[in-house]
């Protein structure tokens, strides 16, 4: 059974750059035709697709956060990685980290159970 768990600041400073990892057992990142998705909610709002790392290491992103956003991989670890930069309070928000089938229009199966990130000063 795979598991997701998210890591990483539960404080970031406006201007500085969130950092995340997803560290997944119970399955390879590599195993077709798995998309190693973000997704975010902030306080009181719906969730947020931020993008995902598919299997063979290509990367897609949401158009809105693209220019901040960048998510990698660490095969060896097993382990995916979002980086958001220049954060301000609008970034506050719980990320997850989920598993998405890419042959199902990246379905998400399997969630990790989110970690608060606060931006502020």
């Known amino acids: 059974q795979v598991q997701l768990q998210e890591s990483g600041p539960g404080l970031v400073k406006p201007s500085q750059t969130l950092s995340l990892s997803c560290a997944i057992s119970?399955?390879?990142?590599?195993?077709?035709?798995?998309?190693w998705t973000w997704i975010r909610q902030p306080p009181g709002k719906g969730l947020e697709w931020i993008g995902f790392?598919?299997?063979?290491?290509?990367?897609f992103y949401s158009p809105s956060l693209k220019s901040r956003t960048s998510i990698s991989r660490n095969t060896s670890k097993n382990q995916v990685s979002l980086q958001l930069s220049s954060v301000t309070s609008k970034d506050t928000a719980v990320y997850y980290c989920?598993?998405?089938?890419?042959?199902?229009?990246?379905?998400?199966?399997?969630w990790g159970q989110g970690t608060l990130v606060t931006v502020s000063a």
């Open positions: 119970g399955g390879s990142i590599t195993v077709k035709y798995y998309g």
């Open positions: 790392i598919a299997y063979d290491g290509s990367t």
């Open positions: 989920a598993r998405g089938v890419l042959l199902s229009d990246n379905a998400l199966d399997t």
